[in-house]
Every structure is written in structure tokens, then in C-alpha cells.
């Protein structure tokens, strides 16, 4: 076998990733040559481990700065630099440089392969380009929160939106077969009944749990450490209908049955007529679900989710507890006190009485 070609680059920067720009030595730049000043005739060949830490003694101590010519991809550039002291020991092993224009920003100079360079080049190009992509300056502009959520969101506990995000399976080297799993997942849910809208899927880096402690220890961010998961981003129907349940004594419990589907809803099954259920009319909204092929789903329970949020590596969904949303109820009813739930609507999903205000989909829609 031939042997790999060796450069010397910017093996990783000790410093936040969004403070990063051109002008700094970036993660994959591949070290050409070293100088006093920015002229082409001064540069010094440093292109192999051991003439770079020859020219670097040589520096040490005779200049505060320095330039160095570095390779971006097809393009040379020039950045000035400033040598951090160290032993001429440690020059053997690795050699680190900071930014003329930010002492706190640190970098690693090693030995590395071209194609280590290549993929430590692509991170900082997309690091780089996002900073440039911002525009104009930003300001700070004051805003009423509570005031707006009171307004447009009638329950403050709700996100309206909601989100489950599917771990790679072992194995599972390229998105695809996440996303395939994903969009699986969502189908069988509605095919299944549950009144859910499709909003976004997007891919997010993640740090497999393995490879955390390792992550910390160095305090850097390597692109070999990033698997790829997925983000399915939903609504609950159109609205979200709160109901609620308001015991009277003597009642031992609510009037409704309660199960979790395949999928990690959780659904209404059963409605017991002239209990707290009853009156605060889920047996219409139920036998409503029924006649268009849908599942009566909750959303929330006392202002909580009862969303399914994370499938896992190892393919397991991740929701609430059936029992300890049965002892949740059971203890309100204990108590006697009165609990809310929300459901999951179509439009044509009301109860009987006057229309509690709805919210979701429906609400975010533009003024007519």
C-alpha cells in the first residue's frame, strides 16, 4: 500500500464556533509557508512537520507576529498569526498559533491528511458562511411576552406545535433510512385515526452517548463525532379542544377509558354517560371521532403533553406512562377536583354546548 500524504493544518480551535471568520486560522487550513511580513519573497516553505517547527524556533521570540500562508481549498491565503510560547519540547508534538485579531482564539497545529483536511475545511466553510449570511447589524427591540401569549395562545402552557425526533438505528450510515422510518411512523399514525398535520422534517447532528465523555474531556467539537437523527414536526389536527372534567360527589372516577396506540397516543375508547365525562360532552365529540374514522387523541393533560417526543436507537418510542396518567386522574378524582384535558380536532369535532375556544392550526391562520 502507498503511503497517505501527510500536511501540517489547523487541527481543531479552542474557542466558540460563531466567533469564527476568514481572517482567522481556521480547522482544515493547510499550513504553505510562514513569514515576518506579508510579502510573497519572505514566506518560509513550511509545508512538513519538521520544517515548520525548524522555522517556528527560529521565530520564537524575534517577532510577536507573523504571517502565515495557508491553503483553502483551491485558493492561498494569507493571515497574520501569533505564536504561542511554548517548550522547545513541546514544538515536537504539536505547535498552536492565535489569531492577531483575537487572543482568545486558539488553534492546533498537527499533522493531518489531505482528506482530513478536506472534511475540517467543509465544517469551517459552513461555519464561516453562516456568520457571513446574518446581514445587518442586529438591535435589541423590547416585546410584551406575556402579553402576547395571553392573547395568542389562550392556554400559556401550550406550544401548539409539537415534534418527535427519531434516533439512527445501528447500522444506519446515511439519513435515508431514518427519514423512511419517520415518515413510516407518521403514516401508520394517521392511517390509524390520529388527526395529526404534517409540518416540517429536518435532520439534526447529534453526539452518540458513547462518545460524550470523550467529547468533553478534549473540549472541542470534531466532525467525526456528529450522527445524523431526524425531527418530524407536527400539529394536533387543526385546534386543539379543551374539555373540562368537573366531578360531582359520590362519583367514584371521570367516565372515560383511556389507551395508548402503536404509535404512543393516547386515545379516549370508551365514554360512560351521566359521569363528569359524560356532561362535559365527550360522548358527542367520541361517537363524532367515530363517524369519520378518527381516534378521540389527547393532547395534554393538565396543560402537560402526552405526545410521543423521541424514538430511540434501538427503535422504541418513547411517551408517557399509561399508569401514571390513570393515577393522575384518579387522584384529581380522590380529591374531587376538576381536571382539563385537550383533545386533538377536525373542525366539524364540537361539543354539544356552546364551543369552547379551539387553538392550533385553525388559530394560526391569517385574519380574513
Not at 494569507?78 to 482564539?105: G, M, W, Y
Not at 456528529?226 to 394536533?236: E, K, N, T, Y
Request: net charge neutral.
Amino acid at each position: 500500500m502507498g503511503s497517505v500524504e501527510k500536511v501540517v493544518g489547523v487541527k481543531k480551535v479552542e474557542q466558540d464556533p460563531e466567533t469564527w471568520d476568514h481572517s482567522m486560522p481556521l480547522p482544515g487550513d493547510i499550513i504553505e509557508g510562514i513569514a515576518a511580513t506579508a510579502a510573497d519573497s519572505s514566506f518560509m516553505q513550511a509545508k512538513g512537520w519538521s520544517e515548520l517547527t525548524l522555522v517556528v524556533a527560529r521565530i520564537i521570540g524575534r517577532a510577536d507576529c507573523v504571517w502565515l500562508k495557508v491553503r483553502r481549498g483551491e485558493c492561498s491565503v494569507k493571515i497574520p498569526v501569533c505564536i504561542v510560547q511554548q517548550n522547545r519540547s513541546h514544538l515536537q508534538k504539536r505547535v498552536k498559533i492565535r489569531a492577531a485579531c483575537d487572543e482568545k482564539h486558539v488553534a492546533v497545529l498537527s499533522e493531518l491528511t489531505v482528506e482530513e483536511c478536506t472534511e475540517l475545511q467543509e465544517m469551517s466553510r459552513r461555519v464561516v458562511n453562516m456568520e457571513s449570511a446574518r446581514g445587518f447589524n442586529q438591535m435589541p427591540l423590547q416585546y410584551d411576552w406575556r402579553l402576547k401569549v395571553r392573547t395568542y395562545l389562550p392556554d400559556s402552557r401550550s406550544t401548539v406545535i409539537s415534534s418527535i425526533f427519531f434516533m439512527p438505528l445501528p447500522g444506519e450510515g446515511r439519513i435515508e433510512p431514518t427519514i423512511i422510518r419517520t415518515m413510516a411512523w407518521f403514516s401508520a399514525a394517521v392511517s390509524g385515526g390520529i388527526p395529526i398535520v404534517f409540518v416540517n422534517i429536518q435532520t439534526e447532528q447529534i453526539i452518540p452517548l458513547e462518545r460524550r465523555n470523550a467529547t468533553r474531556k478534549q473540549n472541542s467539537i470534531s466532525v467525526f463525532q456528529f450522527v445524523q437523527g431526524v425531527r418530524l414536526w407536527f400539529l394536533p389536527g387543526v385546534a386543539e379542544v379543551p374539555i373540562d372534567l368537573i366531578p360531582e360527589p359520590g362519583e367514584p372516577r371521570f367516565g372515560l377509558d383511556i389507551r395508548r396506540t402503536e404509535e404512543g397516543f393516547f386515545c379516549v375508547y370508551s365514554v360512560t354517560s351521566g359521569t363528569a365525562a359524560g356532561r362535559a360532552g365527550l360522548g358527542q365529540l367520541f361517537e363524532q371521532a367515530n363517524r369519520t374514522g378518527h381516534l378521540l387523541v389527547i393532547s395534554r393533560l393538565e396543560g402537560k403533553s402526552l405526545m410521543p417526543s423521541t424514538v430511540s436507537s434501538e427503535g422504541l418510542i418513547y411517551c408517557c406512562d399509561n399508569a401514571e396518567i390513570k393515577e393522575t386522574l384518579s387522584s384529581a378524582m380522590e380529591r374531587m377536583d376538576a381536571v382539563q384535558l385537550h383533545f386533538m380536532s377536525w373542525p366539524n369535532h364540537r361539543s354539544h354546548s356552546s364551543p369552547p375556544p379551539a387553538f392550533g392550526a385553525a388559530a394560526l391562520l391569517p385574519p380574513s
